[in-house]
């Protein structure tokens, strides 16, 4: 139980343009979400926090109208990382949070590659 | 500041061998505690948490580790390490005590050798 699973595993876009990744809870309702970027040999930042229906709350210094989360459902959330640069190269990483639990859960991550 | 050290950024330990990962918060008040560990490329997988009771909690794998309050440590812990123990391990807290945020580490990058 407990299974998040990102889509996609990695990709690849050339620069300006805009790439959607899908963080999904495959067995349990996520009433909050959390995005994660993390650089190469460096650990995890919490990019925003997303609660189901609800508008997603930043971590200061991330431009939310670059990074643009939707959390509509109990078991989806999407990242949309707008005219994307070769800075914007990372792997993203999203967990999952059921009501009451104090335990995230991981999806496998997103690779984004900016040519 | 609030934060989270992890001293070592990586260790090699020959296989079979014990295995101590280091682990210290900054925080005034006991915070909820985590260990993941995540294997090239992949996303993370908890190893064991501590919330309350018992300071020292037994994960998967063989893994354990031990709070000690006045050191504001959570090391963990393993007896003897196997070659697929290799990865890279992350300290967790958080500082808010159940809003689920949480503070992660630099990493430890464990090596195992034969």
């Known amino acids: 139980g407990a299974v998040v699973s990102q889509h996609p595993s990695w990709v690849i876009c050339k620069s300006g343009t805009s790439v959607k990744i899908e963080c999904r809870s495959l067995d349990f309702q996520a009433t909050t979400m959390f995005w994660y970027r993390q650089f190469p040999k460096q650990s995890l930042m919490l990019m925003a926090t997303?609660?189901?229906?609800?508008?997603?709350?930043?971590e200061q210094g991330v431009e939310k109208d670059k990074f643009l989360i939707n959390h509509a459902s109990l078991t989806l959330s999407t990242l949309t990382v707008t005219s994307a640069h070769p800075e914007d190269s990372s792997f993203y990483i999203c967990?999952?949070?059921?009501?009451?639990?104090?335990?995230?859960?991981f999806g496998p991550g997103t690779r984004l590659t900016v040519l | 500041a609030q934060s989270v050290t992890q001293p070592d950024i990586h260790i090699t330990v020959s296989e079979g061998a014990s295995l101590e990962l280091r682990c210290n918060y900054s925080y005034g008040a006991t915070p909820y505690l985590f260990w993941y560990v995540q294997s090239p490329g992949q996303g993370l997988q908890l190893l064991l948490k501590y919330f309350s009771g018992d300071t020292l909690v037994q994960g998967i794998k063989g893994f354990e580790a031990e709070f000690k309050r006045s050191q504001s440590s959570f090391n963990l812990r393993k007896p003897s390490v196997h070659w697929s123990d290799a990865a890279e391990y992350f300290c967790?807290?958080?500082?808010?005590?159940?809003?689920?945020?949480?503070?992660f580490g630099k990493g430890t990058m464990l090596l195992v050798s034969p």
């Open positions: 967990s999952a949070l059921t009501s009451g639990s104090y335990e995230q859960f």
């Open positions: 967790a807290v958080d500082m808010n005590s159940g809003y689920s945020t949480l503070t």
């Open positions: 997303s609660n189901e229906g609800s508008k997603a709350t930043y």
